[in-house]
């Protein structure tokens, strides 16, 4: 029960953010920006782009043009999503500095989202895996659903930890455990997070909560608390929720910023930067940010 | 570091909630509907009205209509806010089950909020609670700025902890803790109830947290932790924040509702009942609830 004296803060908002906002593309240029700003506030991990198929996801169309159109600051992690070997080629081509698959716990939930099985869609990760282990790229590996399924519901924690250390023991550095639509408490987050660390070192989980039902930072202290220091998180709230509309998704960076540095845990980011960040992109979706913090301190601008 | 297994929830939307809501006063036969619906929802405690001077809270100038007007449930305790002789003699002539009194942990806030310093404030209470006490009416000590002022920033533990003894010892039966400007996080919240409870009871106190920044869910679930068991929130998220523009008051009772079921805490409430209550009253008021479990269930009507 000792929180961790720093924490990774792993940056969504151009990926699950922006894959997950309504209405048209958002510019590539606008992409790119974001990005920049990202890491001058002191973001040291930031999910770029997905390298899926535009057919599925229009709004990751121009992933190698973001990911080659940005400016690479040092120590800055740029990584995307790559679901499968053709998208690791394009992410190879276009110099991402690490990859991600993207599993989950739920049967249902995985044959809706990626027409297959839970383990046809691990058997997949394995070439991917191979080829980026031959580049020399490390791999994140997802898993959604952890704390309940749109189609499913409930999700047992030793389902979670099934698909975690398959993903771990296939060579993912890290296992990002993801509450998709929000609905977890913080005794579900604990008790997943133990089953969880019972399969796969600590140091090598994330938490990825969605604030769908307002309980995001309740769960990520509960799990600070368990030993979690990677935390993924994206700016503005960006993202919303696909299966609520309405709803909020992604928790916002600058309300788990605003939690850790109460808790005194250091991330080496600037706060109000990333709320300058956070409202300078939202003007550009024609909206505010979902960040109580952002709304509370204001932006600098 | 035990959950309490059952939580009572002092309801705040009639009173904390509607009297900091911008715009033209709620009508009289709205806020009874409010009152009714709580209840029959599940609500045990409700504070109704606010007898304080129209001048000073405009939205409060009904108390008396309001009081008087409502049908009483049986189990519901119906409160009201008596600042001062006046008002709680206007409170007992309109059969308030209950009063409430309201002081300040930090100096410039009392002088700011209420015009005296918070040692004049607690001595203009003495007379309250002896006619109070006289009438067998039980008094409820609220105490403000417990976790941050927006005038001097932190406020010690050891100070709230001062001004809770001081009305607790003056024969308030609850002492509720208000973090005024939802400033605070679970490390301070806890110190802050530890020390408290070092002069009052835990049984006594209860957490009065405001959303602000988004950290409230995560501060209850903190103190939760700590053995408290009584909580204040409001339908529907109402009241907002008078210190930050667009920013959020009152932690909603529907998300604090979702939190305690997921911890497997009773509260005997219906969340469905108070969902449906929160989208009645902001159609009222013109908007949809700032509540996060609102939005991500619904309304069923």
């Known amino acids: 029960m000792t929180l961790p004296s720093s924490v990774r803060l792993f940056e969504m908002s151009p990926r699950d953010g922006l894959q997950n906002e309504p209405g048209t593309p958002v510019p590539t240029r606008t992409k790119i920006e974001l990005i920049e700003r990202l890491a001058k506030a002191g973001m040291s991990h930031i999910e770029a782009a997905s390298f899926v198929s535009p057919k599925w996801v229009p709004q990751m169309g121009d992933a190698s043009e973001v990911m080659t159109g940005i400016s690479r600051h ?108 929000g609905v977890g408490t913080p005794l579900a987050a604990k008790r997943m997070i133990d089953a969880v660390s019972r399969e796969v070192p600590m140091e090598c989980l994330a938490a990825h909560f969605h604030d769908t039902y307002g309980q995001a930072l309740a769960n990520l202290y509960a799990v600070l608390e368990e030993g979690v220091s990677v935390i993924d998180a994206s700016t503005a709230g960006l993202g919303g929720c696909p299966y609520a509309k309405g709803a909020s998704g992604n928790v916002a960076t600058e309300d788990v910023l605003y939690l850790l540095k109460g808790l005194g845990i250091e991330t080496g980011i600037d706060l109000q930067a990333v709320i300058d960040t956070g409202y300078w992109i939202t003007a550009e979706l024609g909206r505010t940010p979902s960040s109580k913090v952002a709304l509370a301190i204001g932006c600098r601008q």
Chains 1, 2 share one sequence.
């Open 74 to 181: 040092s120590g800055v992690v740029y990584s995307a999503l790559t679901p499968n070997l053709k998208g690791l080629e394009n992410a190879l081509e276009a110099k991402a500095d690490e990859v991600a698959v993207f599993g989950a716990a739920s049967e249902a939930f995985s044959q809706k989202n990626i027409n297959c099985s839970v383990s046809e869609s691990l058997e997949r990760f394995e070439p991917v895996l191979a080829r980026a282990r031959g580049a020399g790229l490390r791999v994140r590996g997802y898993v959604s659903c952890v704390l309940g399924c749109p189609y499913e519901g409930e999700i047992a924690p030793t389902k979670v930890a099934a698909v975690a250390k398959a993903l771990y023991d296939m060579g993912c550095y890290e296992i990002s455990l993801g509450d998709t639509i």
